[in-house]
């Protein structure tokens, strides 16, 4: 993995990712599913946790991620909550309707109160905020990881 600093006037610091595999195989893989319909924090998020190891699916919508039929093949999913057609809300409650146990992380921008309420009560793994830091995203999937049931 190759990082660089990329820093505008008024923004904060961010590393800049480039990924590249890993040289041996994983001894505990686990599959992390990202639902994000900005294309360059999906890239960009995917490319951070596929450095660090992990097996990542992405999706541009929580409509074709309902769609797959690789559900149940995840161990957590990522979602942001800002999307069109299916919000990371009614995404989270289409999953609990349909049996998925595994646990959601909600990655938003949101931060009024009325929103922090919602997610609250979806009773979700985590809620990180963007721009969030790599450590508190690593942080949030390791500890979804370690809670997450063996099988679905």
């Not at 890239?43 to 690789?70: K, P």
């Not at 069109?84 to 921008?109: K, N, S």
Request: charged share 20%.
């Amino acid at each position: 993995m190759t990082t660089g600093a990329v820093e505008q006037e008024g923004t904060p610091k961010c590393s800049v990712l480039q990924y590249q595999p890993l040289p041996y195989p994983l001894s505990t893989w686990r599959m992390i599913t990202l639902v994000d319909d900005d294309d360059g924090v999906r890239e960009a998020t995917a490319n951070l946790l596929r450095s660090h190891g992990y097996e990542v699916q992405t999706f541009e919508s929580g409509r074709t991620l309902l769609g797959w039929n690789g559900l149940n093949e995840t161990s957590c999913i990522i979602t942001d909550i800002m999307m069109p057609e299916i919000d990371g809300f009614e995404l989270h409650r289409r999953l609990v309707c349909a049996g998925y146990r595994r646990p959601v992380i909600f990655l938003t921008a949101l931060t009024d109160s009325l929103a922090e309420a919602r997610m609250r009560e979806c009773h979700v793994h985590c809620i990180l905020t963007k721009p969030c830091s790599e450590r508190s995203l690593l942080d949030g999937v390791r500890s979804a990881l370690s809670s997450a049931p063996d099988a679905p």
